[in-house]
Protein backbone atom coordinates (compact mmCIF):
# COMPACT_ATOMS: atom_id res chain seq x y z
CA UNK A 1 0.00 0.00 0.00
CA UNK A 2 1.38 3.29 -1.23
CA UNK A 3 2.25 5.71 1.34
CA UNK A 4 0.30 8.55 2.39
CA UNK A 5 1.65 11.81 0.73
CA UNK A 6 1.86 14.42 3.00
CA UNK A 7 1.70 18.40 2.16
CA UNK A 8 4.30 21.58 3.19
CA UNK A 9 6.29 21.06 6.18
CA UNK A 10 5.85 24.29 7.80
CA UNK A 11 8.75 24.83 10.54
CA UNK A 12 7.07 25.77 14.32
CA UNK A 13 8.21 29.27 14.99
CA UNK A 14 8.10 28.60 18.78
CA UNK A 15 10.62 25.81 18.69
CA UNK A 16 13.10 27.41 16.54
CA UNK A 17 12.70 30.49 18.51
CA UNK A 18 13.64 29.12 21.62
CA UNK A 19 16.81 26.73 20.31
CA UNK A 20 18.14 29.59 18.33
CA UNK A 21 18.38 31.87 22.08
CA UNK A 22 19.16 28.67 24.16
CA UNK A 23 21.95 27.64 21.95
CA UNK A 24 24.22 30.49 22.40
CA UNK A 25 23.92 30.61 25.84
CA UNK A 26 25.11 26.63 26.69
CA UNK A 27 27.43 26.92 23.53
CA UNK A 28 28.69 30.33 25.34
CA UNK A 29 28.97 28.14 28.46
CA UNK A 30 30.68 25.36 27.84
CA UNK A 31 33.40 27.77 26.36
CA UNK A 32 33.70 29.41 29.36
CA UNK A 33 34.08 26.40 31.14
CA UNK A 34 36.80 25.21 28.70
CA UNK A 35 38.67 28.17 29.21
CA UNK A 36 38.31 28.03 33.08
CA UNK A 37 39.59 24.78 32.66
CA UNK A 38 42.57 26.05 30.89
CA UNK A 39 43.00 28.51 33.43
CA UNK A 40 42.96 25.97 36.41
CA UNK A 41 45.92 23.93 34.53
CA UNK A 42 47.66 26.82 33.82
CA UNK A 43 47.99 27.79 37.59
CA UNK A 44 48.95 24.36 38.81
CA UNK A 45 45.70 22.91 40.47
CA UNK A 46 45.24 19.34 40.36
CA UNK A 47 44.78 17.75 37.16
CA UNK A 48 40.62 16.36 38.16
CA UNK A 49 39.70 20.14 38.78
CA UNK A 50 40.54 21.58 35.14
CA UNK A 51 39.49 17.57 33.66
CA UNK A 52 36.44 17.96 34.97
CA UNK A 53 35.92 21.60 34.15
CA UNK A 54 37.35 20.87 30.50
CA UNK A 55 35.29 17.74 30.08
CA UNK A 56 31.96 19.62 30.84
CA UNK A 57 33.12 22.93 28.77
CA UNK A 58 33.28 20.57 25.78
CA UNK A 59 29.82 18.49 26.89
CA UNK A 60 27.84 21.71 27.33
CA UNK A 61 29.68 22.96 23.87
CA UNK A 62 28.45 20.18 21.78
CA UNK A 63 25.00 20.46 23.78
CA UNK A 64 24.89 23.78 22.04
CA UNK A 65 25.97 22.97 18.41
CA UNK A 66 23.27 19.73 18.57
CA UNK A 67 20.63 22.66 19.68
CA UNK A 68 22.03 24.90 16.59
CA UNK A 69 21.87 22.52 14.30
CA UNK A 70 18.13 20.92 15.15
CA UNK A 71 17.21 24.19 15.70
CA UNK A 72 14.31 24.08 12.52
CA UNK A 73 13.26 20.24 12.44
CA UNK A 74 10.49 20.78 14.59
CA UNK A 75 7.22 21.34 11.92
CA UNK A 76 3.85 20.37 11.54
CA UNK A 77 2.61 18.98 8.46
CA UNK A 78 -1.27 18.35 7.00
CA UNK A 79 -1.83 15.06 5.54
CA UNK A 80 -5.27 13.70 3.89
CA UNK A 81 -6.30 12.10 7.25
CA UNK A 82 -4.22 13.92 10.06
CA UNK A 83 -2.34 16.29 10.95
CA UNK A 84 1.19 16.10 11.66
CA UNK A 85 3.10 17.48 14.71
CA UNK A 86 6.92 16.56 14.93
CA UNK A 87 9.82 17.56 17.06
CA UNK A 88 12.86 15.90 17.36
CA UNK A 89 11.56 14.16 20.84
CA UNK A 90 7.86 13.81 19.55
CA UNK A 91 5.74 12.68 16.77
CA UNK A 92 2.35 13.36 16.92
CA UNK A 93 -0.67 12.84 14.72
CA UNK A 94 -3.94 14.42 15.31
CA UNK A 95 -6.93 13.03 13.18
CA UNK A 96 -9.04 15.18 11.44
CA UNK A 97 -11.96 13.68 13.10
CA UNK A 98 -10.84 14.90 16.51
CA UNK A 99 -11.26 18.76 14.93
CA UNK A 100 -14.25 20.66 17.02
CA UNK A 101 -12.98 24.13 15.71
CA UNK A 102 -9.83 25.61 14.37
CA UNK A 103 -9.63 30.04 14.45
CA UNK A 104 -6.77 32.56 14.07
CA UNK A 105 -5.47 34.61 16.83
CA UNK A 106 -2.56 36.89 17.55
CA UNK A 107 0.16 35.40 20.23
CA UNK A 108 -0.33 38.85 22.08
CA UNK A 109 -3.65 37.62 23.05
CA UNK A 110 -3.43 33.99 23.53
CA UNK A 111 -0.28 34.96 25.48
CA UNK A 112 -0.37 38.17 26.68
CA UNK A 113 3.56 39.28 27.32
CA UNK A 114 3.02 40.79 30.76
CA UNK A 115 0.66 37.32 32.10
CA UNK A 116 3.24 35.18 30.90
CA UNK A 117 6.42 34.11 33.36
CA UNK A 118 9.82 35.74 33.21
CA UNK A 119 11.49 33.17 32.02
CA UNK A 120 9.44 32.96 29.08
CA UNK A 121 8.74 36.79 28.56
CA UNK A 122 12.05 37.21 26.04
CA UNK A 123 10.53 34.53 23.55
CA UNK A 124 6.72 35.73 23.68
CA UNK A 125 7.32 39.04 23.08
CA UNK A 126 8.84 39.07 20.22
CA UNK A 127 6.09 36.80 18.81
CA UNK A 128 3.40 38.47 20.04
CA UNK A 129 1.68 40.00 16.81
CA UNK A 130 2.30 36.95 14.67
CA UNK A 131 -1.04 35.09 14.04
CA UNK A 132 -1.62 31.45 15.36
CA UNK A 133 -4.02 28.23 14.82
CA UNK A 134 -5.44 27.67 17.50
CA UNK A 135 -6.99 23.84 16.95
CA UNK A 136 -10.15 22.45 19.48
CA UNK A 137 -10.11 18.96 19.50
CA UNK A 138 -12.18 16.53 21.05
CA UNK A 139 -9.06 14.59 23.06
CA UNK A 140 -5.70 14.66 22.14
CA UNK A 141 -3.53 11.94 21.45
CA UNK A 142 -1.53 12.27 24.51
CA UNK A 143 -2.35 13.74 28.01
CA UNK A 144 -1.54 17.47 28.31
CA UNK A 145 0.64 16.73 31.28
CA UNK A 146 2.73 14.46 28.85
CA UNK A 147 2.74 16.59 26.19
CA UNK A 148 4.49 19.52 28.18
CA UNK A 149 7.45 16.93 28.40
CA UNK A 150 8.06 17.79 24.94
CA UNK A 151 6.36 20.64 24.02
CA UNK A 152 6.65 24.40 25.18
CA UNK A 153 3.96 26.13 27.13
CA UNK A 154 3.22 28.13 24.23
CA UNK A 155 1.30 25.27 22.69
CA UNK A 156 -1.37 25.03 25.23
CA UNK A 157 -3.48 28.46 26.21
CA UNK A 158 -5.27 26.38 28.69
CA UNK A 159 -5.86 22.55 30.24
CA UNK A 160 -8.59 22.02 27.58
CA UNK A 161 -7.62 20.11 24.67
CA UNK A 162 -6.11 22.19 21.61
CA UNK A 163 -2.98 22.78 20.43
CA UNK A 164 -1.68 26.37 19.15
CA UNK A 165 0.32 26.58 15.94
CA UNK A 166 2.24 29.13 14.90
CA UNK A 167 4.57 29.30 11.55
CA UNK A 168 5.40 31.65 9.20
CA UNK A 169 3.03 31.71 7.02
CA UNK A 170 -0.25 30.81 8.95
CA UNK A 171 -2.75 31.55 6.04
CA UNK A 172 -0.76 29.11 3.56
CA UNK A 173 -1.22 26.71 6.41
CA UNK A 174 -4.95 27.06 7.03
CA UNK A 175 -5.53 26.93 3.47
CA UNK A 176 -3.68 23.76 2.69
CA UNK A 177 -4.49 21.93 5.78
CA UNK A 178 -8.52 22.93 5.20
CA UNK A 179 -7.91 21.56 1.54
CA UNK A 180 -6.44 18.51 3.19
CA UNK A 181 -9.46 17.76 4.98
CA UNK A 182 -12.03 18.11 2.43
CA UNK A 183 -9.92 16.24 -0.25
CA UNK A 184 -9.86 19.45 -2.32
CA UNK A 185 -6.80 21.17 -4.41
CA UNK A 186 -4.54 23.74 -2.20
CA UNK A 187 -5.72 27.01 -2.91
CA UNK A 188 -2.91 29.94 -3.52
CA UNK A 189 -2.68 32.16 -0.56
CA UNK A 190 -3.25 35.50 -2.69
CA UNK A 191 -6.68 33.78 -3.87
CA UNK A 192 -7.91 33.44 -0.78
CA UNK A 193 -6.70 36.68 0.55
CA UNK A 194 -8.68 38.25 -2.09
CA UNK A 195 -12.14 36.23 -1.62
CA UNK A 196 -11.90 37.36 1.92
CA UNK A 197 -11.55 40.74 1.04
CA UNK A 198 -14.43 40.32 -1.91
CA UNK A 199 -16.82 39.07 0.62
CA UNK A 200 -16.77 42.28 2.65
CA UNK A 201 -17.58 44.76 0.09
CA UNK A 202 -21.44 45.43 0.01
CA UNK A 203 -23.46 43.49 -2.86
CA UNK A 204 -25.12 45.62 -5.54
Avoid: C
Amino acid sequence: MAAKRGGRRYPLVVFTTMMSRWWTAVFALGLAMIVLAWAVRSWGFEQWRWLVLGSLGIFFALIGIGMWLIRKSAYVQPFSDHLRLVTPLLRLNISYKRFRRTASANMGSIFPPKSVAKSMYDIVAPLSKMTAIVIDVSAMPMSQTALRLFLSPLFFKDKSPHIVILVEDWMRFSAEMDSMRNGSDVPKTQHRRDISILSKLPKK
